[in-house]
């Protein structure tokens, strides 16, 4: 593994997911639910945090060919529990990058 990968699985690693619950597939609307698999697109801009922009479930992934986020990532749907605001997010956990994509 790189060192770029390990840094940008360790920056992606609890980043909050782009919709509230329930979490669901952009493609097939299928409802996902805490410890299944995703993959997502992120991006960073910038310097700034990183981003997820779309997440897929795993019949729908792309292939990385297929996209063009700066990073295609799998993992898993992980829930955060905010107790001080009684609330509860969805995030990415697990995150390994599928392939680094460069664009021109």
């Not at 981003?51 to 990385?64: D, K, Q, S, T, Y």
């Amino acid at each position: 593994m790189t060192d770029s990968k390990l840094a940008i699985e360790r920056a992606v690693e609890g980043v909050e997911l782009p919709m509230d619950q329930p979490i669901v597939c952009d493609d097939c609307h299928a409802r996902l639910r805490e410890g299944q698999p995703i993959t997502v697109a992120a991006n960073q801009h910038d310097g700034e945090v990183w981003r997820i922009g779309e997440l897929w479930c795993a019949v729908c992934a792309p292939r990385p060919s297929e996209n063009d986020a700066d990073q295609l990532v799998e993992g898993d749907v992980g829930i955060v529990s905010d107790v001080r605001e009684q609330a509860h997010y969805p995030v990415l956990v697990r995150a390994t990058v599928v392939e680094e994509l460069v664009r021109a």
